[in-house]
């Protein structure tokens, strides 16, 4: 096979084409909507609307009433009314997902359906493709994940109605003749059929690569599912999906909740942990208020061909590099393009059956966010386009709002240091020039301090101790100890990283606004130890920071150095953290002890039983070489 490949590098397997037109849109201009009626939508969704928002933006109002009072506001300082400005833009957030996350409880308790995918599957009419679009991936690790996928097919008789196709983006000859491979070998075993198909020209880069595919083969199939190399479906949940599509005519889209599996460092387990308890309590109350109007995360999604095909074509950005050209994080503005032609965009975080895999590392969380966060604050070039729903509007405004959250705290910190030293230092001017008849004394109100403190900290905590208590709840206090232990473990360890991802963001944001582009970099699925001394550089940023702030918070008062602990401690131990997070043996060590284990461990589907059978084998087989990882310098 190695001597085939070589001697024919476009090599594809591919069944006969069946084209499929896909034009860019104008962003200009708004579309005549090609669906007017929307049966699917839940009714009263401007009243769901209106108690979620409503209410995070009244808890908002509140908040930065009580801010403005703890500043001295009276007196409309500058550093005041900017520190007030800043704390409203953090709030409206922790707001919106504490009032999001109490929805998500009381819908899960109501057990809201609104596509019927709880319902008997009838017999499927149409056929479906399962795309899975790679690049510079582990082959062995998509190759067993297919497997393990394609024997849930089999043994659940649906295999005769789909096909998957590996789409190919590959750069490096040695893993394009392993796809290659890997792709003949599936023709051996019982299952959907399995096409490869590689790009030599990566126009587009994962959204051209879709895109390729619809424009040659899209016509011959109803709708089809996006998997990332990552991605694992059980195959009932997908004969359900494709089932609700046949169902509803004006669907467009169905996005699941992937929930993480797999993990063995301790950070990972930490990022799985938090994705199965709280995940899908906040993910439900999204759906409960987002309705028809939701969003798309770019994998584990089934869509509709000719929606997608008729209304998703991105069209290049004018302008240089970060903003401008390829539309990086593409599935929100596909998502936006969709429901502005009228298609019906659906979250269903509770079908189960959908899973992915973390970064195993914080350094690999921060290759995988440079390139989110320069695609998410790209969206303030597309955020307003002509005749989009306000809700795709907001879900853009939550991605850009993401990411610039971190220079946002950072800068809330270092104003709130200034005030102190002001304060600390500085005569206070109690009759200034403008001739007052009374005294201008300094406002201080540490005990307000404290409360509008505590109260953030809790409305920000409250969805995960809700999360906590609800899995508690339901499985009758069976293991509530360790499920307790192991959030209070998960909140302290996240606690710490904050700060740390705070400050690697802010330097991605700063990078991305002085014009540097992220590129286009492989994914690293499996984790491998990081050195104190490989930490230690990695975290030379943080590490200063976390001097300077603590010799500042020191020299005001040993009590703002105290009050200021918990971002204090966390970038001081950057290097730890990040080596001990990495840690495979203190992951075991934990789970052992049945720490921060998840349903999905405690009682796994038959398709995660599969999959980690295969990649135990691929893994001793060592078939194909691995991409390189990145480090967390190159990505800050």
Request: a positive charge; proline letters at 6%; one cysteine or more.
């Amino acid at each position: 096979m190695d001597g085939l490949s070589r001697a024919l590098p476009g090599f594809e397997l591919l069944p006969p084409e069946w084209p499929m037109a896909m034009p860019a849109q104008d962003l200009s201009r708004a579309p005549r909507p090609g669906v007017t009626r929307r049966p699917s939508a839940p009714p009263l969704m401007w009243l769901r609307r209106l108690l979620v928002v409503g209410s995070a933006l009244a808890l908002t109002g509140i908040a930065t009433a009580e801010m403005s009072l703890v500043l001295g506001l009276s007196r409309w300082s500058v550093m005041g009314v900017v520190m007030t400005a800043i704390f409203a833009m953090l709030f409206v957030w922790i707001a919106l997902a504490f009032t999001s996350a109490l929805a998500g409880l009381v819908s899960m308790a109501l057990a809201s359906d609104p596509l019927g995918l709880r319902a008997p599957v009838p017999r499927l009419r149409s056929r479906t493709a399962l795309l899975m679009p790679v690049y510079n991936e582990s082959v062995a690790h998509w190759r067993a994940t297919l497997a393990a996928m394609r024997a849930s097919f089999e043994a659940a008789g649906a295999s005769g109605h789909f096909d998957i196709f590996v789409l190919s983006d590959t750069t490096d000859p040695a893993i394009r003749d392993a796809e290659a491979e890997a792709a003949m070998a599936f023709g051996q075993a019982a299952g959907p059929a399995v096409f490869y198909r590689h790009r030599t020209d990566n126009k587009g880069r994962k959204a051209g690569n879709i895109e390729e595919w619809v424009r040659r083969f899209g016509g011959a199939y109803e709708q089809f599912l996006i998997l990332d190399a990552d991605s694992l479906m059980e195959a009932g949940t997908i004969v359900t999906l494709s089932a609700a599509m046949e169902r509803h005519d004006d669907v467009g889209l169905i996005q699941t909740l992937p929930l993480l599996h797999g993990g063995e460092t301790l950070f990972a387990r930490l990022q799985q942990f938090a994705g199965q308890v709280y995940g899908p309590l906040i993910a439900q109350g999204l759906a409960w208020w987002s309705g028809a109007d939701s969003n798309y995360w770019g994998h584990n999604a089934m869509i509709r061909t000719r929606a997608f095909a008729s209304a998703a074509g991105l069209p290049r950005l004018p302008g240089r590099k970060p903003f401008g050209g390829d539309i990086l994080s593409h599935d929100f503005v596909e998502a936006a393009l969709m429901r502005r032609a009228g298609w019906a965009i659906h979250l269903a975080p509770l079908t189960g059956g959908s899973y992915e895999q973390g970064p195993p590392t914080l350094p690999d969380l921060a290759v995988r966010d440079r390139r989110w966060c320069q695609g998410n604050l790209q969206h303030a070039a597309v955020i307003g386009t002509a005749g989009l729903h306000p809700l795709s509007r907001l879900h853009m405004a939550t991605g850009i709002a993401a990411y610039l959250s971190a220079p946002f705290w950072l800068g809330f910190l270092v104003l709130g240091l200034a005030v102190s030293l002001q304060a600390r230092f500085i005569r206070p001017e109690y009759f200034p020039k403008s001739h007052a008849l009374f005294p201008q004394w300094p406002v201080v109100d540490p005990e307000r301090a404290l409360w509008v403190f505590a109260g953030t900290f809790l409305l920000l905590l409250a969805p995960k101790f809700m999360a906590l208590i609800a899995l508690v709840v339901a499985r009758r206090g069976r293991g509530g100890i360790r499920v307790l232990a192991s959030g209070v473990l998960e909140i302290l360890v996240s606690s710490l990283l904050s700060p740390v991802t705070m400050l690697t963001q802010a330097q991605q944001v700063a990078g991305i606004l002085l014009g540097r582009d992220g590129g286009w970099s492989a994914q690293r699925r499996e984790g491998e130890a990081i050195t104190f001394r490989a930490a230690l550089r990695l975290a030379r940023a943080h590490l200063a920071l976390g001097v300077v702030l603590t010799a500042l918070a020191v020299a005001i008062n040993p009590l703002l150095a105290a009050w200021m602990a918990p971002v204090l401690v966390g970038l001081l131990a950057a290097p730890w953290l990040i080596a001990w997070t990495a840690s495979t043996r203190l992951a075991a060590w934990l789970r052992a002890r049945g720490l921060l284990t998840v349903p999905t461990e405690e009682a796994p589907s038959d398709v995660l039983l599969r999959a980690a059978r295969e990649h135990r084998a691929a893994r001793a087989m060592q078939a194909a070489p691995e991409p390189r990882g990145m480090e967390l310098a190159s990505a800050s």
